[in-house]
């Protein structure tokens, strides 16, 4: 287990570039904003790919689908300023109907190849027990571009248009049930909250949601009808974050599976190993 104190890219000597990929727009700030936020206080440059406007996050019966994906663009932008994020790119396939097939592999290659980053950030992909089909699709296929962006005859028609083959140095899959990477959240945490307070109608929606399904269920939970949204996501991510950091020694902590790729991941492992 490694924890990431001091810095979260110990090795990494320059700016980096960070590709961050969600399936929907509040993913990455849930699982993995206060890293982000102190990665972007240490100088490097993040770009977000949201490949959904996950414009089907609401209860309401009245709403439209593009006045949805209005309210997911302008949280998600705004909350992009709080962490530090330079540039979102929506890649706009329809919120639940993300494939894990070739066309969505063929979409990330070529923004890799486009954004040339040194590390991406995305779901683990390994998560079996997260029954999301767009989590489960877009860890599994980013993962296999990151694997193979660095081939020139894997999507050649990307190169004759001017992009170049690419590696990607390393893999951070958050939600991950294996865990073995910490990085100390603790004075981030604050600014975490803050750009989660942006994505309102989602943070909403969770409230609505986890009253709804335990009063069905007949769970009494500890939630009062004056309990706002942003009451109870400070709550739950707070919590969250103090049950991660038992794990790390720490205050606030977030938690992920850090893959390298071939023998670069044996030689680094053998360098830290050696530390
Ligand atoms: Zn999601």
Redesign the pocket.
């Known amino acids: 287990m490694i924890l990431m104190t001091s810095q979260v890219l110990p090795h990494v000597k320059k700016p980096a570039t960070i590709l961050i990929v ?3 727009p ?2 990455a700030a849930i699982f993995a904003g206060g890293t982000l936020v102190r990665l972007a206080e240490e100088g490097h440059t993040l770009v977000n790919l949201c490949s959904t406007y ?1 414009e089907k996050g609401t209860l309401d019966r009245s709403m439209t689908r593009e006045k949805m994906i209005d309210i997911q663009k302008s949280e998600s932008l705004r909350a992009a300023d709080v962490i530090g994020i330079s540039e979102v790119i929506f890649l706009g396939i329809p919120d639940g109907e993300l494939q894990p097939e070739l066309e969505l592999r063929q979409q990330y290659t070529e923004i890799i190849r486009r954004v040339q980053p040194d590390f991406v950030f995305s779901f683990d992909p390994h998560i079996p027990y997260d029954p ?1 089909p ?2 489960q699709a877009t860890s599994r296929t980013i993962y296999e571009a990151c694997l193979n962006c660095h081939l020139p005859l894997v999507f050649p028609d990307q190169l004759a248009d001017g992009l170049k083959p690419h590696y990607v140095n390393r893999f951070f899959g958050w939600e991950s049930s294996n865990p073995n990477t910490y990085v100390d959240i603790t004075a981030s945490l604050e600014t975490k909250l803050r750009a989660l307070e942006k994505y309102e109608s989602q943070m909403q929606m969770i409230l609505d949601e986890t009253r709804n399904r335990s009063s069905r269920a007949g769970i009494d939970v500890p939630i009062s009808r004056e309990t706002t949204s942003k009451e109870f996501i400070r709550e739950w991510i707070t919590t969250e974050a103090q049950r991660i950091g038992k794990h790390a020694n720490c205050q606030h902590a977030e938690a992920f599976n850090s893959i390298g790729f071939s023998a670069v991941r044996i030689i680094v492992e053998q360098l830290e190993t050696e530390e």
């Open positions: 969600e399936a929907h509040d993913d996950g999301h767009d989590h």
